[in-house]
């Protein structure tokens, strides 16, 4: 009987478990379909979706890139004169007299906040038929840094605010400070500009002091530069890369509406007397003064197209790859023989004071032997540089004499019908005269002597160095580092280096002074000792 309750018991708890789980389900099965009534009458809440942000990508430009209007190489004597900035009404009327006088045309380059602040002066300047430029919202501003869409803005921006100004959309746009890398410049374009102008030189009121210093300026002056000249108020070296060609020269940063009011003394004015000294001395080197794009028109291709060096070859022309200036064997051409019989017909050797006594010295030999390097002959004038070379006018004292005239080298060289001419020829001044500038006039002095000797082989020799105990400019690293720099060029060229400078230098890389004829003073001519070193060199190494 027990059996039998426990089996009873068991029976009702399964029922009770069955009846649980059937009533659970009807539950769910009634929430179920009450799902399914219709509820036109209540307000569904949906849930909001997720938002998966992603960042918006910088918006490409599928325009061209902008060209550039930069300084070119050339052989004629032309220039383009370029403004950037604002200082006060009355400098920018003075500067605009100024190009009156000389009936000569002006860019002006002005940001959009001088065109917001000084309308009347923008439209002042178009009035008077000048030109005017965009140079971006704030003028001095690295652009290359800026985004794409900042880039279009600014000068979208500032080309709408010069249209209000004057009623007329800058062309031509400049920044001086920025890189022109290829976003840049396709931002110009999508703006609506058509080009840029690079300036090569920047100059600004405090430059110069006296004429005499314009005029040393434009003795070192590339044909072919653009020069920017700045209006506002000076700030110091701005322009590190054009201080070793003038030793105060400065950009000044554009004024703006921050800036608060501007005070011009007498001081800001000296631009315009600048400009005309500028204009006076270009007039009297007979340089022709045209817009930059009128300057594109007279580019030439002066020694051909660049050859790539070798890796190695390229490190051996680096002066940071030396401790002393000198090297353990000569720079340039390898592959000579020693001089025969004929050798030296038709041959002329350019050159300054130094190939002066070198001429000296073989007239000198002539004497006791007729034959002595026979047919050489020499061109050589003692204040003679690659400057004055090229600028002097014909008849000047500076130039070498040829059949009771002194004309310049390359007409001399068709007279003396040369084969094959050999040129030594200084800077002005090395200290204060631009590395790559001396390039361009030497590329220059090539060029005009092809062009009128066209069989013509050109050898170009190493400036010689100088003693040790000399206290001057130059120095022997100066020297070296222009031997290198004039190698590297005619190795990329294709033209012969002849290094003289090698047999001449003693271990410290100074000049031998038991080869120096003036220790006491220039400390860089040679004795007859130091000539007959560097003719046995020559002799030895006939391209």
Known sequence: MAILRERERGNKMKTGRKQGTLILVLLVLLLVLSGCTDHSNEVSITPEPIVYVTPTPE??????????????????????????????????????????????????????????????????LVSHDFEVGNSGMRGRVANERNSISANVHQFERTQQLIYSACGVYPKLACFSSSEYTTAVLQAVTASGLTGTVKPDIHINRDSFVEKEEVETFVESLVRGSIISIHLGNATGGFEEANSDLVGRVSLDPTPSILDGEEKVSSVDMHITEILTWLIDS??????????????????????????????????????????????????????????????????????????????????????????????????????LTLEKALISDEGAPVLPMVEERR??????????NARRV?????????????????????????????????????????????????????????????????????ASHGITFLDIAYPLRNDKGALRDEYCLDPDSYGSHLNDAGC???LNYINANIP
């Open 59 to 124: 918006p490409s430009l599928s325009e061209s890139a902008a060209g550039v209007l930069s300084g070119i190489e050339t052989s004629q004597l032309v220039v383009s004169i370029v403004f950037e900035g604002y200082a006060n009404d009355q400098i920018l009327e003075d500067v605009c007299k100024v190009l009156d006088t000389y009936d000569l045309d002006g860019l002006f380059f002005v940001d959009g906040n001088t065109a917001y602040e000084y309308p009347e002066m923008v439209s002042y």
């Open 282 to 383: 270009l007039k009297l080197n007979h340089y022709n003064i045209v817009t930059p794009i009128e300057l594109q028109d007279a580019k030439v291709d002066l020694v051909g197209s660049e050859i790539a060096l070798p890796t190695n070859y390229s490190v051996r022309l680096n002066v940071s790859s030396y401790s002393l200036p000198k090297t353990d064997v000569p720079l340039g051409v390898t592959v000579t023989r020693t001089a025969q019989t004929g050798d030296f017909y038709e041959t002329v050797f350019v050159g300054d004071s130094i190939m002066a006594n070198l001429m000296s010295y073989v007239n000198w030999r002539r004497e006791r032997d007729e034959l002595f390097w026979d047919g050489a002959t020499f061109l050589v004038s003692s204040k």
């Open 407 to 416: 004309i310049h080298i390359d007409d001399a060289l068709k007279i003396l």
């Open 422 to 490: 050999y040129i030594c020829l200084r800077p002005e001044n090395i200290k204060a005269y631009s590395e790559e500038r001396y390039l361009t006039n030497l590329k220059i002095l090539v060029y005009q002597i092809r062009q009128k000797n066209p069989n013509i082989d050109v050898v170009i020799l190493s400036i010689p160095p100088v003693i040790s105990a000399r206290n001057a400019t130059p120095s022997n690293w100066q020297v070296f580092n222009y031997n290198l720099m004039v190698c590297r060029m005619c």
């Open 532 to 534: 007959e070193a560097l």
